[in-house]
């Protein structure tokens, strides 16, 4: 079993910039493949990012390509999402997700372990 906790979120003004993070307890997150997804109100869960198990491979969303930056480190079992140039669309719930598949995948329902979530809320 893995345990995700994110932090980091909060209130932004368009344009302005949030790290996220996402820290994993129980096992090492060095064996999977972890991912960042977000949600907001009325809608389905969406993907945003994921990142290999080495860090190696990242892939994004088109909607934050250019914007949003993915890392971990797997010594200190956390996974981090630098958010800039935030828009009023970023609004969301952002979860923090683990699979043991290996290759990135963006699909929700491929994702193992989930954290609560955590708000960004972005003011135009």
């Known amino acids: 079993q893995v345990q995700l906790v994110e932090s980091g979120g909060g209130l932004v003004q368009a344009g302005g910039s949030l790290r996220l993070s996402c820290k994993a307890s129980g096992r090492t997150i060095s064996t999977y493949t972890m991912g960042w997804f977000r949600q907001a109100p009325g809608k389905d869960r969406e993907f945003v990012s994921a990142i290999s198990r080495s860090g190696g491979s990242t892939n994004y969303a088109d909607s934050v390509k250019g914007r949003f930056t993915i890392s971990r480190d797997n010594h200190k079992n956390q996974v981090f999402l630098q958010m800039n140039s935030l828009k009023a669309e970023d609004t969301a719930v952002y979860y923090c997700?683990?699979?043991?598949?290996?290759?990135?995948?963006?699909?929700?329902?491929?994702?193992?372990?989930w954290g609560q979530g955590t708000q960004v809320t972005v003011s135009s």
């Open positions: 997700a683990a699979t043991i598949t290996i290759r990135s995948t963006s699909r929700p329902v491929d994702y193992n372990y």
